[in-house]
């Protein structure tokens, strides 16, 4: 069963203290990896989509990476305003996207 | 603004009764999504349209729910009888043509509590 697994699920970072997030996937046949930024009562705005392992994408602090198991969303020298929960979907099947559970990133002013 | 839009935001139902929410997803966007999401969890697949035609049902979608896509455009998801398990965020989102890129453009949501 085609399954994407995010970690940590909560990440509280101090201003400017780079990370990394996981998302390590499960399924037959990707048609894409994404990932979305979801701020509190909102719907998920998208970031970015990956395709074939190796394959790196990035906007302003944030960067992505994929490989055959897993893609990592680093945010290098992270801004208060960063704070958000990162979801990770991957395409399933013909039509349907599975989304991970996202982490919740916290950054301290 | 040309972004996806739907409506009601919020909605508070009392158990039993029938809902309806709308989405208006991107103009030039021909596929569709329906999702439910519950606090704490990522956005979970409902069903999916392209153009009118409904492709794809998740096996979790009951048959109180039901979703429509008339002549392609707005799509309506309606949950009848419903229950306080069915309260969540429900989000629709839509894709560009086929051959497009793959991501998908949310909405805000609707909010719904089952009291």
């Known amino acids: 069963e085609d399954q994407v697994t995010q970690s940590p699920e909560a990440l509280r970072l101090q201003e400017g203290e780079s990370s990394s997030l996981n998302c390590s996937y499960t399924?037959?046949?990707?048609?894409?990896l994404f990932w979305y930024r979801q701020d509190p009562g909102k719907g998920p705005e998208f970031l970015f989509t990956?395709?074939?392992a190796g394959e790196e994408k990035e906007k302003e602090r944030l960067k992505a990476t994929l490989t055959k198991k897993e893609s990592f969303l680093h945010i290098t020298a992270p801004k208060p305003e960063d704070s958000a929960t990162y979801l990770c979907?991957?395409?399933?099947?013909?039509?349907?996207?599975?989304f991970g559970t996202g982490t919740r990133l916290k950054v301290l002013a | 603004d040309t972004g996806v839009s739907q409506d009601p935001r919020h909605k508070i139902t009392k158990r039993g009764q029938n809902v309806t929410f709308r989405c208006d997803p991107i103009?030039?966007?021909?596929?569709l999504y329906w999702y439910r999401q519950t606090l704490g969890q990522g956005p979970e697949f409902l069903t999916y349209?392209?153009?009118?035609?409904?492709?794809?049902k998740s096996r979790l979608l009951s048959d109180r729910f039901s979703a429509e896509r008339p002549k392609g455009s707005f799509s309506t998801l309606e949950i009848q009888r419903t229950e306080q398990g069915d309260s969540a965020m429900y989000l629709c989102?839509?894709?560009?043509?086929?051959?497009?890129?793959?991501?998908?453009?949310f909405g805000p949501g609707t909010r719904l509590t089952v009291t």
């Open positions: 989102a839509s894709r560009p043509s086929p051959g497009g890129p793959g991501e998908q453009y």
């Open positions: 399924v037959s046949g990707l048609r894409g």
């Open positions: 990956l395709y074939s």
């Open positions: 979907a991957v395409g399933s099947g013909t039509y349907k996207y599975i």
């Open positions: 103009s030039e966007h021909n596929r």
């Open positions: 349209f392209q153009n009118e035609a409904q492709l794809e």
